[in-house]
């Protein structure tokens, strides 16, 4: 087919017009691209906007694991109470968190976020978002407030699991309205309010092992101090009785359930997603936060080989908790085996700790004192190993002042509590299992007569 000379004189027109316009445009755009990767590279991270929602979407998602480990607490417990208080522990693991949430909306936010720099209390008020959003605030005040919301519910639910089994419902959700909307956020804003602790101190606590797990876990010891032990767990010689809980398969869900629900935990308090540096450094998180647990997990099954010939598969699974409760204190800085060290330590701690409570005749149930409180200070007392800005006379300080706090709060509380209202149900209720006596229902029907 032949082309008229006249279309081709029109054709080679445009195309010469079309390539004149577009080669700056390429040397524009590649120019563009190189400037982009320039600024990433240099770790500057993106335009405003961008890192506005970026680093929303990581608290909204972070937020979202750590509200599932709501389920993970409670599948660990319903695992390891008897199957006659089943249906007990998981209502009470879905309302701590929901009265978590409330306390946290009227009072918590602000009481843990509204103190002043190197202050010891925020303000009595109501958490509400404000103003119109801005790029320029770094984040939605929403998602900060969910993901603030949510470790404040983890505290509480540590300490259900060891008041199981014998504990009335309403005095433990008092107590738990107490703990989630004054005692966790006053602790709270020492550090990461900015009060004291850090202002004085330069104590850190990357992700709260000291802040979340050993709060939870004074708490809970406190509680079972004044509430006493089950009924039957200890003879009059001092030994301590085995109590197996209604299913372990469930109670290894619930661990596993966990150990994600971390990742979202730990990762989710680098706070930022907006560069390069953010994401590198969060991949880092995550690595440590697994290589930790799976090392806890590890520690704790040699150690209960060697100790009584057999692995224990209670013991493995709260290995794995010690080890993430271990490594939340400072999981970016640690190398790889810093990491692994952390965790094993926190294993070989609960194995060591669990029989010790026993042995003072201290009941708890899921051996969350064990796993959060004393793997907590673990934790936050090695921060110094790799976080040259923190000293080991600020992390004492910290643990100490905290744990001074909360306990005597806590022991407070419980003794007032258990002289007005009562806080242990009676005997006879005791022995038929909470699910009846509280609930008047019972959580596997076709096994019971």
């Not at 925020?122 to 605030?137: H, N, V």
């Not at 406190?222 to 767990?233: C, E, F, Q, T």
């Amino acid at each position: 087919m032949l082309i008229p000379k006249n279309s081709l004189r029109v054709g080679a027109s445009v195309g010469a017009l079309l390539l004149a316009t577009m080669v700056p445009a390429f040397a524009q755009e590649a120019e563009a691209v190189a400037e982009a990767v320039e600024t990433v590279a240099a770790g500057s991270g993106v335009s405003e906007e961008t890192a506005y929602v970026f680093n929303t979407f990581l608290f909204l998602v972070c937020g979202f694991l750590v509200m599932w480990m709501a389920a993970g607490f409670c599948m660990l417990e319903a695992g390891l109470v008897r199957s006659r208080n089943a249906a007990t522990i998981c209502l009470k693991n879905i309302s701590l968190y929901s009265v978590a949430g409330l306390m946290f909306w009227l009072i918590g936010y602000n009481l843990m976020y509204g103190v002043e720099e190197g202050g010891y209390l925020g303000t009595f008020s109501m958490w509400s978002a404000g103003g119109d959003p801005s790029a320029a605030d770094g984040y939605a005040a929403g998602s900060d407030w969910f993901f603030q919301m949510v470790f404040c519910a983890t505290t509480a639910s540590i300490v259900s699991g060891t008041l199981a089994e014998r504990i009335k419902l309403w005095p433990f959700l008092i107590f738990t309205a107490v703990l989630t909307g004054i005692i966790y956020p006053i602790q709270g804003s020492w550090e990461w309010g900015a009060g004291w602790l850090d202002a004085e101190f330069g104590f850190s606590d990357f992700a709260g092992s000291t802040l979340v797990h050993s709060t939870g876990g004074w708490a809970a010891l406190m509680g079972a101090i004044v509430l006493g032990a089950r009924s039957g767990k200890y003879t009059v010689d001092g030994k301590s009785n085995a109590m197996p809980g209604s299913s372990l398969p469930l109670a290894t869900l619930g661990t596993f359930i966990l150990w994600l629900g971390w990742f979202g935990f730990n990762g989710g308090s680098q706070l930022a997603l907006g560069s390069v540096v953010d994401a590198n450094d969060i991949s880092n998180i995550f690595i440590n936060t697994n290589i930790a647990a799976a090392a806890g997990v590890v520690s704790a099954m040699v150690l209960t080989q060697i100790l009584y010939g057999k692995v224990d598969l209670t013991m493995a699974l709260n290995g794995a908790i010690g080890g993430l409760v271990s490594i939340t204190a400072e999981p970016l800085a640690p190398s790889i085996p810093l990491a692994a060290a952390i965790g094993a330590v926190g294993g070989i701690l609960v194995v060591i700790f669990v029989p010790l409570l026993d042995r003072l005749r201290i009941d708890d149930v899921v051996g969350a004192i064990s796993a959060h409180l004393v793997c907590g200070i673990w934790g936050t007392m090695v921060v110094p190993l790799s976080n040259g800005d923190a000293t080991f006379y600020g992390q004492g300080v910290g643990v100490v002042a905290i744990g001074a706090f909360v306990s005597i709060v806590s022991l407070v509380l419980w003794l007032v509590l258990k002289f007005t209202i009562g806080i242990r149900v009676s005997a006879e209720a005791e022995r038929g299992g909470l699910d009846q006596s509280e609930l008047g229902l019972v959580a596997y029907p076709e096994f019971v007569k």
